[in-house]
């Protein structure tokens, strides 16, 4: 994983995706190694550029892994951030104008989870200030004080927005898991290196949530959306989303260190795991997501699946003490050595089809197509077990 990581992932970024006229990053690389500098700069491409390299900052000690994370942070402060109302546009033009101004809640939790762990690799004191800033954003307009959670998105001003999609794909609701996860893992990483009251009881609550409203208890899945009074909204089961959760609300739980927390989550990790596994195929792959009420499945393997797959399992063994989940681990870092990693030109392809082809079609690296699922999965790791 050290290899993958030093010679495959963190490479492709640095040489190909720099806009050395622009500033920043560029859009969009497409599934077949066409650079498109026109492209629109997303903030989680910028955010989760800004994690990884942070991280590989942290772990490896490079200078290409500091020149990046600098990079990163640099861009986000000064382009992305709306300086009049606070909080991060959700995407600019290739020329660095704010082109979507609108908030949305998950795109300002990659922001704080890049400046934190930037603070946390470099001590810099303007990365943790933009992290805290952006957090007391997400309490302010976002948290929903009366029925609790955090709504989707606001206008840039903060009011209402009617569309709070974060994708085309997804529906139209106020609250998603999608957003609570990635609430959650920024706030569990801003707490490590800010030990503030107000951020710890919101960690707790965001457990709580998951816990209490998004679990499914029947079926031990995560629900996927719902209205703001917590009505579920879909009948999608999202295996990846289930898989990384597993390990990320037991994540918040350890760094908090709250024991009886603790307890009650660790009670839940493993069911919500298994869960995930009936999307786990004889290959070592797992597929993306099924609809319960037609029965259709999305049989693809996509890239970001497949390593919070790996991280999911390798929780499960280090912690519950599951051999059974070390061997699923292994199975599936080789079907991601076998059929995503590619080793020709760098990075990983988007996914394997189901039927058994490389997808070229989505994006090497885009919008939604960054370093951090597969650069974490490998960093993960070597924390883990250095």
Known sequence: MLDVLQNNILPYWEKNMQDHENGGFYGRMTGDEKLMPEAEKGAILNARILWTYSSAYRLLKSSESWEMATRAKRYLIDKFYDKRFGGIYWSLDNKGNPLDTKKQ???????IYGLSEYHRATGDREALDYAIMLFKSIEEHSFDKEKNGYLEALTREWNEIEDMRLSEKDANEKKTMNTHLHILEPYTNLYRVWKNDELRKQIKNLVEVFLDKIL?????????????????KDHIISYGHDIEASWLIHEAALVLEDETLLKRVEAIVPLIANAAGEGLQADGGMIYEKNTETGEVDADRHWWVQAETVVGYIN??????????????????????????????????????ADGTINTIDDKAGFWKCPYHNGRMCMELLGRFQ
């Open 105 to 111: 809640i998950y795109a300002l939790g990659f922001a």
């Open 216 to 232: 499914n208890k029947e079926t031990n899945h995560l629900r996927l959306f719902f209205d703001e009074n917590w009505n579920g």
């Open 316 to 353: 499960l063994y280090e912690y519950f003490n599951n051999e059974d989940a070390l061997e699923k681990a292994l199975q599936c870092w080789n079907f991601i050595k076998k059929h995503l990693i590619d080793s020709k030109n760098g990075e990983w392809f988007w996914s394997l089809k």
